[in-house]
Each structure stands twice: as C-alpha cells, then as structure tokens.
C-alpha cells in the first residue's frame, strides 16, 4: 500500500505510523484521514502487527483538521462540519478503540482539535517534554469531537474536562501527566526511543489477551458491576482457549520466560 501523507512500516511486530503533513503541522484533510483509516484497517487484518505506534514528523503531532481544506479562503459556503466528522474523525477514533491490539501515540509536539482527541484515544501516550495539549475548538466557535467530550471527563474528571475544553489553554505534557491524561512524559531526545520501546514490548505481549483488555476497559464506561464481572467471565473464557496462555502458563512452570505469539 502506496501513502501520500503518512508512512506505514511494520518491524518486529510493530507498525510505525508517522504522520507526514509538517508544513501545515500535520493537520487532516480528507486524503491523510482516509490513509490513517486504510491503514488501522489493515493493522486490524494483519496477524504480524502487534502493536501500533502512531507519530508525526515535524515539530507538532496533529494540529486537527486543516481549516484551510475546512473552509478555503473566500468560500462562497459553509461546510458541512458535521460530515467531516463523520467521515475523517469518527472511523479513526472507532478504529483505535476497537482495534484488538494497543495503540502508543508518540506526541512529538503541539496536539490540538482532534489531533488533540486521537491522540488521547491511543491506550498509551508517551510525550516529549515540549509537547502540549489544546482543545482548540472553542477558538474557532467549533465543539469538541473524536472522542473528547468521552474521554476527556474520564481522564481528568469533569471540572478539569470542563475547563479544557471551554478555555482552549494550552497544557504542557507534564501537567497533562500530572492530571492523569496521558502515560509518560520524556525528554524531547528520547521520545522516538521510549515510544518505540514500549510498542516493541507490547508487541512482544500476549496480543491476544490485551485486545480482550482493551475491551474490558472500554466497556466498563458504561456497564454495572454486574456487566462487568458477566463481561470479565466471558473475556476470560476466550483468553483460557488461547495458545499464549499455554505458553504463559507453561513458562511460569519451566521458569523460564514466554514466547507469546500473539494467538
Ligand atoms: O471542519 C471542521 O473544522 C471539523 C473538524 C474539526 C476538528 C478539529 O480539529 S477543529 C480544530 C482545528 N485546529 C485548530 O483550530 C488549530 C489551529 N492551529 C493553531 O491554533 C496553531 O497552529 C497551533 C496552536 C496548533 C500551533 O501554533 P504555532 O504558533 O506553533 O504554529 P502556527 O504558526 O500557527 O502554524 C504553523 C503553520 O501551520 C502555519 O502555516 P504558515 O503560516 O507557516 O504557512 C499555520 O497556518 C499552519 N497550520 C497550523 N494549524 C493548521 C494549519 N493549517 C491548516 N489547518 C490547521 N489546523
């Protein structure tokens, strides 16, 4: 598969995406949003992709929709924002989520709109020191979307989302650590490094089992304990039958460490 404004590369495991619009500091338009939909397709049918890593090149990570695309200068007509949405934002963030293996967002810079929200989407995010958090949708009369009016109160708790999101302040990756929003926070030289290293042991994991996880995760949002345990039960019946858990199993006897394959 040919891309125009993203790469894709799978090694060891893990596929690296990288984002590559730095001019305009990687913001979508249609053409980048339908290449990171293709690819989280195929991540998905993919046995050898374990995990995924998700970057930009540049000095930012997404800077949201490219409002040049959105509303080009002197457009006689609105948009209809709302099928952006529908058609960039909401396969992507779907497919993050319901994608059976974990996604590291590597956040090298500036995160704003939905680049913001995707990025918080991913099950890790791991970001440079000089990388930062914007809401920027209450800037331009916009409100949130992919996924950030979910995520966000669960993440940081309802008077923080609140805040965010009405304000549109720009917070530092430390204070995003701080509140709980994001994974890890490194130095600016060793964001490639850490994220790397963290989707490669992933992909080394029992792939099988965390996509169940992420599930389980995902679905406590709305269910009631009863749910979950019933949902726990299930989950756990479909990781029992796996080849990873003989293996897990195996190796704890033999003392020895696993081989998962991720099956
Ligand atoms: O259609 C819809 O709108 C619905 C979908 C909504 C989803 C969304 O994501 S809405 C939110 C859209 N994003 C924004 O509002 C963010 C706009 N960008 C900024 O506020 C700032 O660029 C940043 C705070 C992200 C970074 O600021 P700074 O000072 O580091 O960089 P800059 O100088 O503003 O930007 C550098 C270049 O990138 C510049 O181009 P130039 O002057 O060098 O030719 C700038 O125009 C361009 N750029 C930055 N963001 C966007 C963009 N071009 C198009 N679209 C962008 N979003």
């Known amino acids: 598969m040919t891309h125009e404004f993203l790469s894709a590369d799978v090694e060891h495991g893990v596929l690296a995406i990288t984002l590559r619009r730095p001019d305009v500091l990687n913001s979508f338009h249609r053409p980048m949003a339908r290449e990171l939909q293709a690819v989280l397709a195929a991540a998905a049918a993919d046995d ?13 990570f997404c800077a949201g929709q490219d409002l040049e695309e959105a509303v ?40 704003a709109g939905a680049g913001a929200n995707i990025a918080l989407a991913c099950d890790f995010v ?4 000089s990388a930062s958090f914007i ?49 890890e926070v490194v130095p600016d ?9 963290l989707a490669a042991r992933l992909a080394a994991m029992p792939t099988l089992a965390l ?23 299930e989950l756990q019946r479909t990781a029992g039958r796996s080849a990873d858990y003989v293996e897990g199993v195996r190796a704890f006897q033999q003392k020895r460490p696993a081989q998962f394959t991720g099956r």
Not at 126 to 129: D, H, S
């Open 135 to 183: 809401q920027a949708f209450s800037k331009i009369g916009l409100v949130p979307d992919s996924g950030g009016t979910f995520l966000l109160p669960r993440l940081v708790g309802r008077a923080r989302a609140t805040a965010l999101v009405m304000l549109g302040d720009r917070v530092t990756a430390s204070q995003a650590h701080a509140w709980g929003m994001i994974h």
């Open 72 to 111: 080009p200068p002197g457009a006689a007509a609105l948009p209809d924002v709302g099928d952006i949405v529908r058609d960039s934002y909401n396969p992507i963030v779907r497919a993050i989520r319901t994608l059976p293996k974990p996604v590291v967002a590597g956040v090298n810079g500036v995160a």
């Open 126 to 129: 791991v970001a440079a020191e």
């Open 48 to 60: 050898a992709v374990r995990a995924v890593l998700l970057t930009a090149e540049g000095r930012a």
């Open 211 to 233: 996509g169940l996880m992420k599930r389980a995760l995902d679905a406590s949002a709305a269910n009631d304990l009863d749910a979950q345990l019933a949902l726990e039960e």
């Open 189 to 197: 030289a060793a964001l490639g490094d850490v994220a790397r290293a």
